[in-house]
């Protein structure tokens, strides 16, 4: 089992910024992928950004020059920094992890962006 807590979301006008963190716990395998995905009301859940373990990263096309992702391999885990938001980027952001046998899913926290 790995355990996912993430925080840092909350409401933020136009051109803000949020950093969002998401700790992991447990039976984490030394070669995986940490990300985070995002849901809009009405919307399928869609990859934001994916970290790998060596620090391969991948990132969607709508946030790519405006969010960030790192990962603490010392205190297990990862980060998305978030600058210039937009209203489209409304959503709940799930924190993701992956190894060859098993995916996790975090709770899910809020980001608003709204003036």
């Known amino acids: 089992q790995v355990q996912l807590v993430e925080s840092g979301g909350g409401l933020v006008q136009p051109g803000g910024s949020l950093r969002l963190s998401c700790a992991a716990s447990?039976?984490?395998?030394?070669?995986?992928?940490m990300g985070w995905y995002r849901q809009a009301p009405g919307k399928e859940r869609e990859l934001v950004a994916a970290?790998?373990?060596?620090?391969?990263?991948n990132y969607a096309d709508s946030v790519k020059g405006r969010f960030t992702i790192s990962r603490d391999h010392a205190k297990n885990t990862v980060y998305l920094q978030m600058n210039s938001l937009k209203p489209e980027d409304t959503a709940v952001y799930y924190c993701n992890y992956e190894d060859y046998s098993k995916v996790y899913w975090g709770q899910g926290t809020q980001v608003t962006v709204s003036s």
């Open positions: 970290i790998t373990n060596g620090g391969t990263t």
């Open positions: 447990g039976s984490i395998f030394s070669i995986n992928v």
